[in-house]
């Protein structure tokens, strides 16, 4: 089996369908079997597609209500809470290193560069060109916590490390820029939401879309010196960071990789001219020449740039627009899981993306029963083909959440599950005091399946067309 095809594979975030059901898909089970274990913490596969093959089948056991069926080790059951976090990179790297930690690398620079990459994001991309799908009160788009997780995503050397809930991310970074007979490692490491908290996670700002899609986060890796202090009161931190101290595959990649690789690069890195790499350019050089003032506007970031010979930096001409489905997607991710053959949400991960993220669907805490009302009221008078008018009367953040439900089923189930009724100036507090699991019924189980089928259907026309 490809990786193409993996790739392909019907699933809702870790969880395999196989005939519409949470189950795993005979030659996904047949190429897992190719992984041989090394050691207590290593596993050893002959192809990066038997080690996603592998990587999946296990992140599918996870979530499954199924004590029998026994987890590589670092592998937790995400009913209790827990959570895999997978990172790829070449095998020749002997430890897990933040960027800003590698030799020669000047860290004050770095952090000057950040802010200025944070500081003019904001300035070019407000609420008039990033339009989410609420109408929220102004905000800053990238946010004091971000402005570390912004920068590190787009190159500036940061204290974080990269992670994806999503295994095939990893094993994308894994392989990508290897040459067959090369060798890529993935390793993992569980987090723990039992209690509806972040965990030293750091999720993708609103605005960057491709951290989104990869399913990205980030954990925290101080450098040595700082670690070695903090390991005087958590000696276990130390341990952290040689490769060798991670649950871990190899795998070696062969030519069938390689070509694989190259046309998954779209579907994980987005569009090849991404509008973000001009400030990242202008952001490295205001680190060493600070503009005079202290806060950037969009004209002057153009004139700077201009100044300075960088690439031209381009005003927002089309209004960038919340995907709520890759929200979804990413909430999948997180919270999915299956029990008893039906499909549920997490409660844990799904409250620690609540608390941990910024987006519409996060007001859902406080709109669901307005919009659940709504549906209901829409579905006596029309109907389930309602239109987006039909909605009209209760505002545009409702109309378009109504919308947005109707075409995910995902969505209408996320609508109903919050029980939050508090919300400060940034995230959703939500209380886990009595809350009952959170479950699809069978139509919103069939209205989901069918599209994963259709997402892998697109996957496998998108990898077609690369080729």
Same mark, same amino acid.
């Given at each position: 089996m490809s990786l193409l095809e993996i790739a392909a594979t019907p699933r809702i975030g870790p969880v395999l369908l196989n005939e519409h059901l949470p189950g795993v898909p005979t030659r996904i089970a047949e190429a897992a079997e190719k992984v041989t274990r090394v050691s207590e913490l290593k596993w050893s596969a002959p192809s990066a597609a038997a080690a996603a093959a592998w990587l999946l089948r296990a992140g599918h056991a996870a979530s499954v209500d199924d004590d029998e069926t026994d987890l590589p080790a670092g592998m937790a059951r995400k009913k209790d809470g827990y959570v895999g976090a997978f990172r790829g990179q070449h095998a020749r790297y002997t430890e897990v290193t933040a960027s800003q930690c590698r030799s020669g690398v000047d860290r004050r620079r770095e952090r000057r560069a950040a802010d200025w990459f944070s500081h003019a994001l904001n300035a070019m991309y407000d609420l008039g060109s990033f339009t989410m799908v609420l109408p929220f009160p102004r905000m800053m788009l990238i946010? @004091? &916590?971000?402005?570390?997780? /912004?920068?590190? !995503?787009?190159?500036?050397?940061?204290?974080?490390?990269?992670?994806?809930?999503? @295994?095939?991310? /990893?094993?994308?970074?894994a392989a990508d820029k290897l040459q067959a007979g090369e060798t890529g490692v993935v390793l993992w490491q569980r987090c723990d939401y039992s209690a509806g908290e972040p965990d030293d996670t750091y999720f993708p700002p609103s605005l960057v879309k491709r951290l989104w899609i990869q399913r990205g986060l980030f954990r925290h890796h101080p450098c040595e010196e700082e670690a070695t202090e903090i390991a005087r009161y958590l000696p276990y931190v130390m341990e952290r960071y040689p490769v060798s101290s991670y649950p871990r595959v190899e795998f070696v990649v062969t030519p069938e990789d390689v070509t694989a690789i190259a046309a998954?690069?779209?579907?994980?890195?987005?569009?090849?001219?991404?509008?973000? !790499? @001009? &400030?990242?350019?202008? /952001? &490295?050089?205001?680190a060493d020449e600070p503009p005079p003032v202290g806060y950037v506007n969009p004209g002057y970031l153009q004139e700077d740039a201009g100044r300075k010979g960088l690439p031209p930096i381009p005003l927002p001409n089309h209004p960038l627009r919340e995907n709520l489905t890759i929200t979804a997607d990413y909430a999948d991710s997180m919270a999915a899981q299956a029990s008893a053959g039906a499909l549920q949400y997490g409660q844990g991960p799904l409250y620690a993306f609540w608390r941990s993220t910024y987006t519409s669907l996060n007001a859902l805490t406080v709109l669901s029963r307005a919009i659940t009302s709504e549906l209901r009221s829409l579905d006596e008078r029309h109907g389930p083909s309602s239109s987006l008018a039909d909605a009209a009367e209760t505002g545009p953040g409702v109309a378009a959440l109504t919308s947005a439900a109707r075409s995910d089923a995902r969505v209408r189930l996320l609508a109903a599950s919050s029980p939050g009724r508090n919300a400060d100036s940034r995230w959703q507090l939500l209380r886990l005091d009595g809350v009952p699991p959170i479950s699809f019924s069978e139509s919103e189980q069939a209205a989901t399946t069918t599209r994963a089928e259709r997402r892998a259907r697109a996957v496998s026309r998108l990898i077609g067309a690369s080729r």
């Open positions: 946010s @004091p &916590i971000d402005y570390s997780v /912004a920068p590190q !995503h787009y190159g500036i050397r940061t204290m974080l490390t990269d992670w994806s809930f999503d @295994p095939l991310v /990893a094993v994308f970074f998954l690069r779209f579907l994980w890195l987005g569009e090849r001219t991404d509008p973000l !790499h @001009p &400030i990242v350019q202008w /952001a &490295i050089c205001a």
